[in-house]
């Protein structure tokens, strides 16, 4: 079966809009018992001619979708988008920068919510200024992101940060650091924020760019609401896969015997799996970072969770969600959630969300109790375009989660 047949059977499954969650094995002992039900809404487009979508859901109810729509050659930074629904994301409202004006935030992920209803937005990128201290920006929205006001300067100080002889997946040469999807707030008000990027000493070639090395994940932790940060402690340090540990997210449970628990989950190349590690401690150690995989059997056997850019929630219900997607390089294109019901502990399946090809990055929240809402991209470019020039829509749909306890007996 070729790969553009798959891709066809996969999206009419998709279409169907109904998933259950685990593989239906049967048997003697009867069906595979499945912990969640899924039930996918229809695609709607966010967002045209867009690709690296984040996903952000503000107390108020405003959803947000922002992130980049291009690099251009020879600049430092993409141009970027940010769109925003106040209607329960029946209509959307795209905002573009202003020519000569600052563009907003240039950021994938990085962005808070305060116990006073303030978000703080941080720039993904900080750039070295000398002596290991690199230069960001933040921006504050004091009304549910209706208006945002800003940039102010942020300050990071990292040092044993590499900050000669690096450059991007470009090629492009680079002296800065990431400020990378998560901000979390700790019991006593401090912020803690992941990052990576390389340290003295971290000279791996990425497989597929040897003059790029494999980066670690590391945190900073910060007393002033993100104004100043110092580096924290390293989660994850190479090497690993293809890219070492990148594109960190971060999550501090909130239920369950584990609350307080920080998971983290790290990207470590276009065709690896995705890795994890957790902390009791608030950061200070962590566990070896393990590749995830997912049970599709009721025998135990199971699959790696190949992915980039893992998103990762944790609903009302105490479910674990992450959102991730293929790179061409995997040669199996899509988007995909999966879920968890013992705090991260194992994985229970993937749950496809589409199947073109895409830019692999996706956001995912819980917008009402049960209710998820997911962002993504797909291309309705032929099978077989190349990805570099191939043009991306931001879409989004709805998933419902419920509970599923028992399965009946379906054996012969």
Not at 145 to 169: C, F, H, N, Q, Y
Not at 287 to 314: C, K, M, N, Q
Request: charged share 20%; with cysteine; aromatic share 10%.
């Amino acid at each position: 079966m070729g790969r553009a047949t798959m891709q066809f059977m996969r999206a009419i499954i998709s279409a169907i809009g109904f998933t259950f969650l685990g593989i239906t094995a049967f048997g003697a002992q009867g069906v595979l018992a499945l912990p969640v039900e899924v039930k996918l809404g229809a695609e709607q487009t966010v967002v045209r001619d867009a690709g690296w979508p984040y996903l952000f859901q503000a107390k108020e109810g405003t959803t947000v979708v922002f992130g980049h729509k291009v690099w251009l050659p020879k600049q430092h930074e993409p141009v970027v988008f940010a769109s925003r629904s106040f209607d329960e994301r029946k209509s959307w409202e795209v905002s573009q920068p202003t020519p000569g004006k600052d563009p907003g935030p240039v950021t994938e992920g990085s962005a808070v919510q305060l116990a006073d209803g303030r978000i703080l937005i941080f720039n993904v990128y900080a750039y070295h200024v000398g002596e290991r201290r690199f230069e960001g920006k933040r921006w504050v929205s004091r009304d549910g992101w209706k208006t945002v006001s800003g940039p102010e300067t942020i300050r990071v100080s990292v040092p044993l940060a590499k900050v000669d002889g690096m450059v991007d997946d470009r090629g492009e040469p680079i002296s800065r650091l990431y400020l990378r999807r998560s901000v979390v707030v700790l019991a006593g008000g401090d912020l803690l924020a992941t990052a990576y990027g390389c340290f003295d000493g971290d000279n791996v070639p990425v497989e597929y760019l040897p003059a790029m090395k494999q980066s670690r994940t590391y945190l900073i932790r910060s007393h002033d609401e993100g104004l100043t940060w110092n580096y924290a402690g390293t989660v994850a340090a190479p090497p690993m896969g293809q890219e070492g540990f990148g594109e960190p997210v971060l999550l501090r449970l909130q239920h369950g015997a584990h609350a307080g628990r920080l998971i983290c989950q790290m990207r470590a190349g276009r065709e690896n799996a995705i890795s994890q590690s957790e902390s009791d401690d608030d950061g200070t150690t962590w566990t070896p970072a393990h590749p995830l995989s997912w049970t599709f059997s009721r025998y135990g056997r199971s699959r790696d969770i190949v992915g980039v850019d893992p998103d990762l929630i944790e609903m009302s219900t105490g479910i674990l969600v992450m959102g991730y997607g293929h790179k061409p390089d995997f040669m199996d294109d899509g988007n995909f959630l999966a879920f968890s019901v013992d705090q991260g502990k194992t994985w229970t399946a993937e749950t496809r969300l589409s199947s073109a090809m895409t830019r692999a990055y996706v956001g995912v929240r819980e917008v009402s109790p049960g209710k998820l809402f997911v962002v993504y991209t797909n291309t309705t470019e032929p099978d077989g375009a190349k990805y570099k020039e191939a043009v991306f829509d931001v879409v989004g749909r709805t998933v419902t989660v419920t509970t599923k306890t028992s399965a009946a007996d379906h054996s012969p």
